[in-house]
Every structure is written in structure tokens, then in C-alpha cells.
């Protein structure tokens, strides 16, 4: 199974517009990170924003807010008033306890966003 | 510049060469991690360093590929032989914390490498 999954391929949002990315993951882990990332076309790993797992309020940097919702494992980034320069792929990614092995990242397969005027 | 630091940005190689591709970490990092993305994919794991040690390559191709971070020097990633398929950018990052899922990995810009 898929540790993370991100539903949507591509989007199309008009400027200005709040725009919600879909990520749900998979872990048994009680310990864990989520994080999103953009990479624009010029290709750079840009980090976005992060939530813990035991953390109780969403998070939140600037006009990105996560909207974590620990039961239904899912970690929503949201995107508002959004600006052509989001234009961009945007990456969830998770990070676990080691156990053993490597403690770096699981990503999904990103959302290419593409912002209208 | 104190971030992670990768070169070249962009490598063409022939089929059958090799392929050389350096990572410094962020300044104070001690942990290296190498990722690969094809086109239209998300990153994919391929190896953790720290310091004159491997700790986790279960993400690496058995052969053709290996992975080295020095006492002294940036990491490198070497392909050996090189084929099409491993055309990719290829993605450093760097962390100061091992074992904490709180922590962001910092990544470099990456190395597009062509084989031709």
C-alpha cells in the first residue's frame, strides 16, 4: 500500500481563489511528520509547511494552513488567496520514526497546480 | 550560502560513462540523504549517509550505483555505466537530527542528469 496519496494529478484555480491539495497516509506509527513541499518549474524542493502528529492545532505559515485530521489520515494543504507564482507541483510527504532503517522522507506523487488570471 | 549545496546542476552524459554527482550538506548537517525523481514522479529514497557511513541503501539499484560521504568533502553519488533509464534529477538533502520526525530535510536544487 501506497504510504502516501495524493489524488489529484493537476488542478486549475483562478487567482485569488483558496485552493485545498488532498494528501492521506498510511502509518501505524503513533510518531510522525507531515510535510508538504513545492517545486516549481525551475525544479528546486521547497518546504512548505509542517505538522506533528501530536499536534492538536492545525498548522499554519503565512497563506498556507494544513488541515490535519488525524483520524481520517489525512493532511490537506490549504492554499489561500492564491498568487500565479504558486503555480508549482506540490509534494506531501511523511517522515516516521526510524525503525531500523532510513528516517528521511516518503512522498506522494504531487498535485500540479496551476493558478489562472 | 548555508544551504545545501549540489553540482552540477546539470549533467549529460553517454551511454557507458560514469556519472559523478556531489552533495554539500548545510553547514553543521551531518546526515545526507539522496533522492531520485523521474519525470512526472515524486522523489524516491535511494540512500542515507552519515559520515564514513552508509546506514540505509535499500533504496539504491544493486549494481552500477554507490553512494560515499567522507570525513573530509561533500558526498557523492556515482553511476557507473550509465543507461537511458537513468536519466532523472537527482535530489540531496541534508538534516542535523536523526530519529526526529519533527524535522524538515533541507534539499539542494538538484543534479539533472541526461544520458544521450
Known amino acids: 500500500a501506497q504510504k502516501i496519496t495524493q489524488t489529484q494529478p493537476g488542478m486549475f484555480v483562478q487567482e485569488k481563489e483558496a485552493v485545498t491539495l488532498d494528501c492521506t497516509y498510511d502509518t501505524s506509527d503513533q510518531s510522525y511528520g507531515l510535510f508538504w513541499y513545492k517545486q516549481p518549474s525551475s525544479g528546486e524542493m521547497i518546504f512548505l509547511i509542517y505538522q506533528g502528529s501530536y499536534d492538536e492545532q492545525n498548522a499554519t505559515e503565512g497563506r498556507y494552513s494544513l488541515n490535519f485530521q488525524k483520524a481520517r489520515k489525512s493532511a490537506n494543504l490549504v492554499i489561500s488567496a492564491s498568487q500565479l507564482g504558486d503555480s508549482a507541483m506540490y509534494f506531501c510527504a511523511m517522515r516516521e520514526l526510524p525503525g531500523g532503517g532510513a528516517d528521511g522522507l516518503t512522498f506522494g506523487k504531487g498535485t500540479h497546480l496551476i493558478i489562472q488570471p | 550560502n548555508a544551504g545545501v549545496m549540489q553540482n552540477p546542476r546539470h549533467l549529460v552524459r553517454r551511454r557507458g560513462q560514469e556519472a559523478r554527482l556531489r552533495c554539500s550538506p548545510m553547514k553543521g548537517h551531518s546526515h545526507v540523504y539522496w533522492y531520485r525523481q523521474l519525470p512526472e514522479e515524486g522523489l524516491k529514497f535511494m540512500v542515507y549517509l552519515q559520515k564514513e557511513n552508509i546506514i540505509d541503501e535499500s533504496g539504491m539499484p544493486k549494481e552500477r550505483f554507490s553512494a560515499e560521504f567522507p570525513k573530509e568533502g561533500p558526498s557523492i553519488l556515482r553511476i557507473q555505466q550509465v543507461v537511458r533509464g537513468d536519466s532523472a534529477a537527482y535530489f540531496c538533502?541534508?538534516?542535523?537530527?536523526?530519529?526526529?520526525?519533527?524535522?524538515?530535510?533541507?534539499f539542494g536544487n538538484g543534479t539533472r542528469l541526461t544520458v544521450t
Open positions: 538533502a541534508s538534516s542535523g537530527t536523526v530519529g526526529s520526525y519533527n524535522s524538515p530535510l533541507h
